[in-house]
């Protein structure tokens, strides 16, 4: 399962590195549009904007699976072995529990208002971009599952070790 998600992840990094490039290449063609030819296009903005909550979102659970929470690291840093596989538990439960309840609250959300359409666009819903967050929830809840049954296991085998 853990080999699943680590490639899943990579495909993430790379949407997400092609969102951002997408990005990029919008705002140079609103500059293009707004300066050279003095007729600016009012759905580049619109669509970065959106672009960067997906951008945002997706980069939540990837930043979970390379266990770059610095809040966090700053403790389990300073704490080696069974202590710091506790932590680790500890910290995926919670996060576990957060990205429930994330999802709970972004579905129900996104619910009812996601028929909403985007006022540049006039044919595309609100779920399009809110989709992102029960998404990143999802992404989030199992990267944590994962992590808190190799702290699990780290835990007992190191219990079994010494003895």
Request: a positive charge.
């Amino acid at each position: 399962m853990r080999k699943v998600v680590d490639g899943l992840m990579k495909v993430i990094q790379r949407i997400m590195g092609a969102l951002l490039a997408c990005a990029v290449l919008l705002v140079l063609v609103q500059v293009f549009f707004r300066y050279l030819l003095k007729a600016p296009l009012g759905w580049t903005d619109q669509l970065c904007r959106f672009l960067f909550v997906w951008i945002v979102f997706l980069g939540l659970p990837v930043l979970f699976h390379k266990k770059a929470a610095t809040a966090f690291d700053l403790l389990s840093s300073h704490l080696k072995g069974r202590p710091h596989e506790i932590l680790q538990m500890v910290i995926c439960l919670l996060t576990a529990v957060f990205a429930i309840a994330f999802f709970i609250f972004s579905w129900q959300f996104m619910m009812k208002k996601g028929h909403q359409m985007i006022p540049a666009f006039r044919v595309i819903p609100y779920y399009a971009v809110y989709a992102s967050m029960p998404l990143s929830a999802v992404l989030l809840f199992v990267e944590e599952v994962l992590q808190f049954s190799e702290a699990l296991v780290n835990t007992f085998k190191g219990k079994e070790e010494k003895a």
